[in-house]
């Protein structure tokens, strides 16, 4: 039980409660400015806290918090250990600059009455995603989940000022993300029904007893199957690129880094810490579903990728291949996998995050993502195409950039494997890359060697949207030349899943 007198002690609560409070709040205030100041105040509060709560378990082990003082497993319990703080900072620090971005682009996409609507759908997703990372009740989960789903619905929906698509995309998102988390759901209350408790740590400890029964072995499935659908996992991906495409841009570059990650923390968190390793890859066999969806899913996406004609949708296929990476990572079930695994959730986050920045920084200056309307870009905005192109570096896995880094490990945890398997998955990541290649390049092509239109304004996007948006690509080369932070807490995590210290 926490020091109740210390504030400190308080942060595994505040990092929920604040955003969760100011939501309604938000929705109150009127003008551009007030609803995007509290939101983004509440968004570096969160940070704040994150970090200090990762600092706090990385140095002193797992910290617990009891909701109202009820000892688990009767009362609800929040815990932070590496990899729940690892990922209540990767949310937090992408939404606040996300944020920085957004005072001056979400005006010009979402009505001015609207404003305090979208911002307080945004701190109910903020909250949704945090709260998922740190609550330790399988139950609770699911509470979040749907907090952070029924407001992304709403986010993804007020796109439409500028398309009516958004509309049809929200609610296509609405009924396969319903789907996925009423999958959970079942499979949550199946492994009720066989425990008789809902806390994670105290189910995990059961598990042994009844892992052996029909009931759990279709909890493991409806779970499994249910989180795919929420991390758009191939072939369960449709929801994802029109959501993407058709969001406003702040939008899509947050739920890129954060949205699809948070479900992949869930499958992970099932996988290694309630199901455990020896019976999701030696009882059930997980790797047999999972590895080939994860293949098929970075291939085949990388391959439609290519054929794109809008750079929203181009970079939302190029989400989904990516996705598979991190789950080829899970499906190794290694530490060495795991830890690539963690890493891509990070690097991934960084540098496509400022993707998106970028591509919204050329849609408020030439007022169109397609292709066919960016031609002469490179020469029309300068700083903005160079950003985009040192983040498609990250993409493609160049050096010095995360996305080296990360697959050099995958690499590494795929020849461990020391087998057929092992060269076939390498070379399965080579070609990944090449085609990574080629969908970048049909943008540098675009973008310099082609002539602008005739009579195609030239400038760049204002400061308070370039410099947002080089904050995460250079943030993403930081974090591919000194890896001490990324790597460090990566296999801390994984270390920590796999049973380690």
Known sequence: MPNMFALSSQYPVLVIVLPLLSAPLCALLRGPIFPWALTTAMSALAFFFSVELLAAAAAGGPLSYEIGGWAAPWGIEYVVDPLSGFMLVIISGISTGVLLFARESIAKEVPGHQLGLFFSAYLLALTGMLGICITGDAFNVFVFLEIMSLSSYILIAMGARNDRRALTAAFQYLIIGTVGATFYLIGVGLIYMMTGTLNMADIASRFADIEGTRPILAAVGFIVIGLSIKLALFPFHVWLPNAYTYAPSIVTAFFAGTATKVSIYLLIRFIFTIFGPDYSFGGVDLADILLPLAVLGFLSMSMVAIFQ?????????????????????????????????????????????????????????????????????????????????????????????????????????????????????????????????????????????????????????????????????????????????????AKAAAAFLMGGA
């Open 309 to 489: 004609t809008n750079l929203k949708r181009l970079l939302a296929y190029s989400s989904v291949a990516q996705l598979g990476y991190i789950v080829l990572g899970i499906a190794l079930a290694s530490e060495a996998g795991l830890t690539a695994a963690l890493l891509h959730i990070f690097n991934h986050a960084i540098v496509k995050t400022g993707l998106f920045l970028s591509v919204g920084c050329m849609f408020f200056a030439a007022g169109s993502v397609y292709l066919k309307d960016l031609h002469g870009i490179g020469k029309r905005m300068p700083i903005t195409t160079f950003g985009f192109v040192l983040g498609g570096l990250g993409l493609i896995g160049v050096p010095l950039t995360p996305g080296f880094i990360s697959k050099w490990y995958l690499v590494v945890a795929a020849l461990e494997k020391g087998s057929v398997l092992g060269y076939s998955l390498v070379a399965a990541l080579m070609i990944s890359s090449l085609l990574a290649v080629i969908y970048i390049w049909r943008v540098v092509e675009v973008a310099y060697f082609r002539d602008p239109p005739e009579g195609a304004a030239k400038g760049e996007a204002s400061l308070s949207l370039l410099v947002p948006t080089w904050i995460f690509i250079l943030g993403s080369f930081y974090f591919g030349i000194d890896t001490t932070l990324n790597v460090g807490f």
